[in-house]
């Protein structure tokens, strides 16, 4: 079975991009443009693993972490942002989010820690 990986980002560009590249990889792809998108989908698919963006309109990657964790959610995190906010990243660490990447980032980079992050 498929490991599920959950791509959240209102930048419709970086989703096709992550989706395009992790498709490849054999993962099942999901993606979301928002907050409420994304809980649906965690509820619904229960992802193992969510690419998290930290700047989204409506609900931001640390209200989205909060309530994912108030769901019992058990997926992995890791945060994306475009943003050096050192108290955001410091804050969704404490909410168990595993590890961050700057935007722009490197594509590789990004496939490597997810593959270490999902592998059994």
């Given at each position: 079975?498929?490991?599920?990986?959950?791509?959240?980002?209102?930048?419709?560009?970086?989703?096709?991009?992550?989706?395009?590249?992790?498709?490849?990889?054999?993962?099942?792809?999901?993606?979301?443009?928002?907050?409420?998108?994304?809980?649906?989908?965690?509820?619904?698919?229960?992802?193992?693993?969510?690419?998290?963006?930290?700047k989204i309109p409506?609900?931001?990657?640390?209200?989205?972490?909060?309530?994912?964790?108030?769901?019992?959610?058990?997926?992995?995190?890791?945060?994306?942002?475009?943003?050096?906010?050192?108290?955001?990243?410091?804050?969704?660490?404490?909410?168990?989010?595993?590890?961050?990447?700057?935007?722009?980032?490197?594509?590789?980079?990004?496939?490597?820690?997810?593959?270490?992050?999902?592998?059994?």
């Amino acid at each position: 079975m498929n490991k599920k990986l959950l791509i959240v980002d209102d930048q419709y560009g970086i989703r096709v991009l992550l989706h395009e590249v992790f498709e490849k990889d054999g993962y099942d792809t999901y993606e979301a443009s928002n907050g409420k998108q994304a809980l649906s989908i965690v509820n619904k698919q229960n992802p193992d693993l969510v690419l998290l963006d930290m700047k989204i309109p409506g609900m931001d990657g640390l209200e989205i972490l909060r309530e994912m964790k108030k769901m019992g959610a058990e997926a992995n995190v890791i945060m994306m942002t475009a943003y050096g906010e050192l108290e955001m990243i410091n804050e969704a660490k404490k909410l168990g989010a595993l590890a961050h990447f700057a935007k722009p980032f490197d594509i590789d980079e990004v496939r490597k820690k997810v593959k270490e992050h999902l592998a059994v």
